[in-house]
């Protein structure tokens, strides 16, 4: 996404959409969201991932979304430029984000992918309470 690679615990992952093949709604969401699919109460909102981790260096033109990360819960989905593979990280080799005033969504990074590893339960939480 933006040129930054991000992980994500396979534990909360629900699925994975092509993001052309869904029929979004958008009428009356903010500008980080995307767009909208499903039914309520089974609604998931998709996030302009880009705009919601890196504000300070989003540029809409350098987004090129092409799948959709439906989060657990399935309230909430992450737009991604594309899924590259899944891997087994070992916590061991995770350095851990000591700075979460910052960016309370990254729980750390992986260099030997280099990646950056997303907390998950904070960045719905995130989401949840921005949303309210």
Known sequence: MHGMKLAVNFDRIEGAL????????????????LGAFGMDPQRTHVVDTAQWLIP?????????????????????ALACDGLVKSIQVPLDRVNLN???????????????????????????????????
């Open 98 to 132: 000591q700075d979460r005033e910052r960016r309370p969504w990254l729980l750390g990074t992986y260099m030997a992918e280099r990646c950056a590893i997303i907390d998950v339960d904070q960045l719905v939480e995130e989401f949840e309470a921005v949303s309210a």
């Open 18 to 33: 092509n993001i052309h093949d869904l029929s979004m709604d958008i009428a009356g969401l903010p500008d980080w969201i």
């Open 56 to 76: 300070e260096r989003y540029k809409p033109e350098h987004s090129q979304y092409s799948e959709v990360l439906i989060l657990q819960g399935r309230k909430w």
